[in-house]
């Protein structure tokens, strides 16, 4: 598994008799469900695996950005170009509030981006898949923030309160997000037949990466169970992914496209959809930095950031400007 690059000290979970008298006491304030505040006492561990989360969190809202940049100047029309980058504009801002919160573990937002940059930081596996066709702005608000949303609704409840708190905001969003998605897909599939085998072709390449948004099963999940303990995790990646497939099913059929996965049926025992199994490999070869656009995608996030760099200055020798003259009022 290509996990643990921060290394959070945590190698195992403790129980309850192994910890000292802080880290109990922290523990039992979890359990109650008090919110962790930035300033309460934190085990470091914890600490480290909130900013190795909300971190990777905010990197995928940002490079999140560059799949549907790709279409803001080729939407069918100003409507549908108004309302991406509306959401793009979104995810941007869904990355400044992560970042902020991040920050509020004591780290910094140009160490956060400078692991981004340098390859050493995670970011959403799904965002290294290539946006080919219109039929792909459907599909990513239905699928991808869709399950966004399912994995993200937990969050509001987490035990972080910065983190929970960005997250109420967050899902407001990705509601809105997933329903345009959605609805650039039923138009499709109430337009022509190459329009319908368009918004086919894009379900056939967004199901299985959404289904890896979810994260490795949860017997090979290193992270799962401590992250259950602090509530950071409420419900395991097979629960959430569970969920995002029994909810996905009616909205395809609805839409008359067909999930490409041979084996989906209705297990009527489990009151759930049974479903195919995932290639894991494929996922694990984009954790590694060798999905379709990996390489695309830290290039383009780089050369933003370096195309920035006079503007940051600027926004800096601003600050400074008033800080002296502020200073000379005083
Ligand atoms: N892609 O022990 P596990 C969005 C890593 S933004 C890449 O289960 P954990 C949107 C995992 O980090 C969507 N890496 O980990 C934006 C760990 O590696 P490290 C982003 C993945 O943390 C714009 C290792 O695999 N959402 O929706 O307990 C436009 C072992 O996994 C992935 C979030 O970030 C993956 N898919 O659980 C539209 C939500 N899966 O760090 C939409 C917050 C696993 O140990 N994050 N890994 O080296 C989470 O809920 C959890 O971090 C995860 C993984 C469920 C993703």
């Avoid at 999905?291 to 020798?317: S, Y």
Wanted: aromatic share 10%; proline share 5%.
């Amino acid at each position: 598994m290509y996990a643990q690059l921060v290394d959070t000290g945590a190698s195992r979970v403790r129980s309850l008799d192994e910890l000292g008298p802080q880290e109990r006491e922290f523990q039992d304030r979890i359990d109650a469900g008090v919110k962790i505040e930035p300033r309460d006492w934190m085990p470091e561990a914890y600490r480290k695996t909130l900013v190795r989360q909300i971190s990777q969190h905010a990197h995928s809202e940002i490079v999140g950005q560059l799949p549907e940049g790709n279409w803001v100047t080729r939407a069918p029309t100003l409507q549908r170009k108004a309302i991406l980058l509306a959401k793009i504009q979104d995810e941007a801002g869904h990355g400044l509030y992560l970042y902020s919160a991040a920050e509020t573990l004591g780290v910094s937002r140009d160490e956060l981006l400078e692991a981004l940059h340098a390859g050493k930081a995670k970011y959403s596996s799904i965002f290294n898949y290539p946006t080919l066709s219109w039929a792909d702005m459907g599909a990513i608000g239905w699928l991808v923030d869709g399950s966004a949303i399912i994995n993200q609704i937990p969050l509001c409840r987490c035990s972080y309160g910065p983190y929970a708190r960005a997250m109420v905001r967050v899902c407001k969003e990705e509601s809105f997000h997933a329903r345009q998605g959605y609805d650039i897909l039923l138009a499709l599939c109430r337009g022509s037949a190459e329009q319908k085998a368009m918004a086919q072709d894009a379900l056939n390449r967004w199901w299985w990466p959404a289904l890896m948004m979810f994260g490795p099963p949860d017997a090979e999940s290193v992270n799962s169970r401590q992250s259950a303990n602090w509530r950071i995790k409420l419900f395991s990646n097979d629960e959430l992914r569970q969920r995002m497939v029994d909810q996905t099913v009616p909205q395809a059929e609805h839409l008359g496209l067909t999930i490409p996965d041979p084996s989906l049926r209705w297990n009527e025992e489990r009151g759930h959809y049974d479903f195919g199994e995932i290639d894991w490999d494929e996922f694990h070869a984009v954790l590694k930095g060798n999905g379709p656009c990996n390489r695309e995608r830290l290039r383009t996030r780089v050369q933003a950031w370096e195309e920035g760099a006079w503007f940051r200055d600027a926004l800096v020798a601003h600050a400074d400007k008033r800080a002296a003259r502020d200073a000379r009022a005083a």
